[in-house]
């Protein structure tokens, strides 16, 4: 059988999949010497109100993660996507897993449901019951997909009943559900840049209805082609974080908040501030954890802004590269006290 050329890009790079982060994971028989990953979160001490890198060496590595840290709502599996050839042809993007074997975390693989050239992990439901992801290659057309998890583990994915085969216009990502079964997603507005801004498709007696735009707030209508996206919605629908670039920001892309005010209305994108768009010159990709304590994102640094040849030696550059500094996006997460801080006084 002829592999489909992004997995012979995957496999010709397996030393790549093996990740450098394997170094610094959880021991099995043939590895008692690496550090042992235990306990809620890897075992990683939780942030406060200022940001910091997710498991370093280990989720967040030298490749650009592409996804925040999505777990399981008993906190014993974690997704996340990361892009391992940016910059070459095809590009691959794949989805990585972990979860807890006898407390203890094992190293990250590929998920079973990775289908093509670029595999983007969305979300699982406040359940547990049903994994959304992302897929599109040159094989085969873009669209979103949803896996059952079942007594047996996770099942093979479905197409989702919002996408490309059942709405020929409809290319939708970035899918999260709400404990009523309610959807969030980046999806066709017809009034923004390139028809696409942050939808909602409401579960009504088991049927998904039609897209309703989230309103102006969250739909700021500007010159780029994805002026907002990457919506994620706590499971009771009280606000939403996503991502826009927005002018006002304080880099290319910030992250910002809305409060519901009504069933149908949400109220004016709060920036999340300083202390967390600041730290690269994009952030993206939200992703509140299953307890809503904290929120994970992606940011991106640019490590040899105002470069000049006179400031490095070749070594200097070299380590720069290698290192996970070195400009491709890492998981951050943060508490998510910021919450209530900047609610409104007149929400209730």
Not at 27 to 48: I, M, Q
Not at 117 to 139: C, M, Q, V, W
Not at 166 to 180: C, G, K
Request: hydrophobic share 35%; charged share 20%.
């Amino acid at each position: 059988m002829v592999k489909p050329l992004w997995l012979a890009v995957l496999l010709a790079s397996s030393s790549v999949v093996a990740l450098t982060s394997c170094q610094d994971l959880a021991p099995d028989e043939h590895a008692s010497s690496t550090p042992v990953l235990e306990g809620p979160y890897l075992g990683r001490e939780p942030p406060g109100d200022v940001p910091e890198i997710f498991a370093p060496g280990i989720v967040s590595d030298v490749y650009w993660e592409h996804s925040g840290a999505v777990f399981t709502p008993d906190g014993q599996e974690l997704f996340w996507s990361v892009a391992i050839n940016e910059g070459r042809s095809p590009r691959v993007v794949v989805i990585l897993h972990m979860r807890q074997e006898n407390g203890l975390w094992t190293r990250p693989e590929l998920a079973p449901f990775n289908r093509a050239a670029y595999n983007h992990i969305n979300s699982i439901s406040p359940d547990g019951k049903r994994l959304y992801f992302f897929s599109s290659s040159t094989e085969e057309p873009s669209r979103a997909w949803v896996v059952e998890r079942s007594e047996n583990g996770w099942g093979e994915p479905q197409p989702l009943r919002l996408n490309t085969i059942d709405n020929p216009d409809s290319v939708v990502n970035e899918v999260h559900e709400a404990r009523n079964g309610n959807l969030y997603l980046s999806g066709p507005i017809e009034f923004m840049p390139d028809g696409r801004g942050i939808v909602r498709s409401r579960l009504v007696n088991g049927k998904y209805q039609g897209y309703e735009s989230l309103g102006e707030h969250v739909n700021s209508p500007h010159s780029d082609r994805f002026p907002n996206h990457s919506p994620t919605v706590d499971p009771d629908e009280t606000f939403v974080i996503f991502a826009s670039n927005r002018p006002g920001g304080f880099g290319e892309y910030d992250l910002y908040i809305s409060y519901r005010q009504t069933e149908r209305t949400w109220g004016p994108a709060i920036n999340l501030g300083p202390k967390i768009n600041t730290l690269g010159t994009s952030s993206s990709w939200p992703q509140l954890s299953p307890d809503g304590e904290f929120l994970f994102y992606v940011a991106m640094s640019r490590p040899l802004t105002g470069f000049s040849p006179d400031d490095y030696t070749y070594e200097e550059l070299a380590e720069i590269q290698q290192s996970i500094m070195n400009g491709w996006g890492n998981i951050y997460w943060v508490s998510t006290s910021f919450v209530d801080t900047l609610r409104p006084a007149d929400f209730e």
